[in-house]
């Protein structure tokens, strides 16, 4: 008897052949399947080129974040044309003032003591012992520092307060929603 329930157990009935339907069916969800990883790979490379169109957008224009963008859209509407000579990095801080003064045209010049004002519309730019050591532009909402490389000491005389408290003046605009470039 254990035989033949063996035999019963080993014995399986014969299937039937797969439907038309069946075959059909899986076909479909393989060709599905095939047609999503196409799609994927094209989603991937648009992906990767607007990447790489963005990054070039900000290399050309020199920005890097959104406050950035938004200050330069603002400093392109309303300051001095000069401010790109700023912004690109053609003047820079330990520049001479007499270089300076060949790129750009400030609408007024004014020297007191070992200080050099560059006053622009809209900006402005000093130099000490006439080495470029600060150049920014401001309005109601924002600040572009280009360049600040003054000493404690040249703070003091400058701004009337200390390079500390010039940041921390800076650091608590920020937290007032201000924002501050540089």
């Known amino acids: 008897m254990r035989y033949m329930d063996q035999e019963r157990e080993n014995y399986a009935e014969p299937q039937p052949p797969p439907s038309r339907l069946a075959i059909l069916s899986i076909a479909g969800a393989v060709l599905r399947a095939q047609a999503l990883r196409r799609w994927m790979k094209r989603l991937a490379v648009l992906v990767f080129l607007a990447g790489i169109a963005l990054v070039v957008f900000c290399w050309r224009h020199n920005v890097w974040?959104?406050?950035a963008w938004t200050v330069y859209q603002a400093m392109d509407h309303e300051r001095h044309p000069d401010w790109r000579e700023y912004h690109y990095g053609r003047v820079r801080a330990g520049d001479r003032v007499e270089d300076v003064l060949t790129h750009t045209t400030p609408v007024e010049v004014e020297q007191k003591g070992r200080w050099t004002y560059l006053k622009y519309?809209?900006?402005?730019?000093?130099?000490?012992?006439?080495?470029?050591?600060?150049?920014?532009?401001?309005?109601c909402?924002?600040?572009?520092?280009?360049?600040?490389?003054?000493?404690?000491?040249q703070c003091r005389e400058f701004?009337?307060?200390?390079?500390?408290?010039?940041?921390?003046?800076?650091?608590?605009?920020?937290?007032?929603?201000?924002?501050?470039?540089?």
């Open 65 to 67: 974040s959104q406050d």
């Open 159 to 182: 701004c009337g307060r200390s390079r500390a408290g010039m940041d921390a003046e800076r650091r608590d605009d920020r937290r007032k929603g201000f924002i501050i470039v540089e």
């Open 121 to 139: 519309r809209g900006m402005g730019a000093a130099a000490y012992d006439g080495r470029m050591v600060w150049a920014g532009a401001m309005s």
């Open 141 to 153: 909402c924002w600040e572009r520092i280009f360049f600040d490389e003054m000493t404690d000491a």
